[in-house]
């Protein structure tokens, strides 16, 4: 990599409410909420908080728009205190900060998402400007959930695709992370980006939507197909790596054909709190090895490390803790075998 240092994130700026619900109940039958919590959500503001939390010895850098509002400012104020540079996180009086409902069933863990798009679907191209950052690395995330880069463009695919270009242009390495819609919109708008991504990070389902290998049978996970799907999304035009993570662990297929696997760690029963943004957490802990240069396998175990420590909290933050503190679970608790 180059001179550069630290990474910049950018794309859905979310407020969850995280309801936890005695039952997911049937059209027209009543579910109880037993408490409500106010966090972080979207693919920026969780990897960024989730690095900070972490320890990340580099800048943090945010970019997106929120609104004038009680959550828009709850947003400013959590960057400003945790160190995350806000100069690109603009406001804007058109829509109001984006928010979501997460019903969480309190004996699984299992969530459902209720989304306000706010002022996430006005996020546009102009409203990044590499010039004004010295960071290595931009994530981009979610793809399907953002209205304006989501849209077709005739020179890269899709506007998103050319926002990564520019970053590539500009001597950023690049990231992406999907939302997992049940459509067939994979193709048109993930696909495109791919061009332009150096680290392409999504769960089995979104790779599964993306290339159409069916990935998971039942229960099981099938690694063939899941192997097949990689290397489609590499040739499909992911520069470095393609990383895809799933409850039962993380795998990696790098461009040079090297493969690498990590197990989920062995949390004890009652553990698990909440799942909602254990994705992102994994993907914070993939991309703080990454900027600290770790091989893949140890990038692989702080992704799952981190997301274990994700899942001892209702929201999709409150449980990180240092990177220490978060390998420390898989020293104390072990790690499934792939």
Known sequence: MNS???LLAGGN???DAVKMIDVWPQQDALANISSETRGTGGSPFNVLVDLALLGAHFPLEAVGLVGND????YILNLCHQLGIQTQALHITEDAPTSYTDVMTVSGNGRRT???ARGANALLDDGDFDFTKSNAQIFHLGYLLLLDRLDRPCATYGTVAAGVLARAQAAGLKTSIDAVSEDSDRFSKVVLPA???TDYCIMNEFEAS?????EIRVGENLDKGALRKSMQQLLEAGVRERVIVHFPEGGCALSKDGSWAEHGSVILPEGYIKGAAGAGDAFTAGVLLGWQNGLPVEEQLRLGVCTA???LSDETCTGGIRSASECLALGTRFGFRAL
């Open 4 to 6: 550069r240092k630290g």
């Open 13 to 15: 700026w979310i407020v």
């Open 70 to 73: 009680h959550n828009g400012r």
């Open 113 to 115: 998402f209720f989304h």
């Open 194 to 196: 791919l061009k332009y």
């Open 209 to 213: 939507h993306v290339t159409g290998h």
């Open 308 to 310: 274990a420590a994700n």
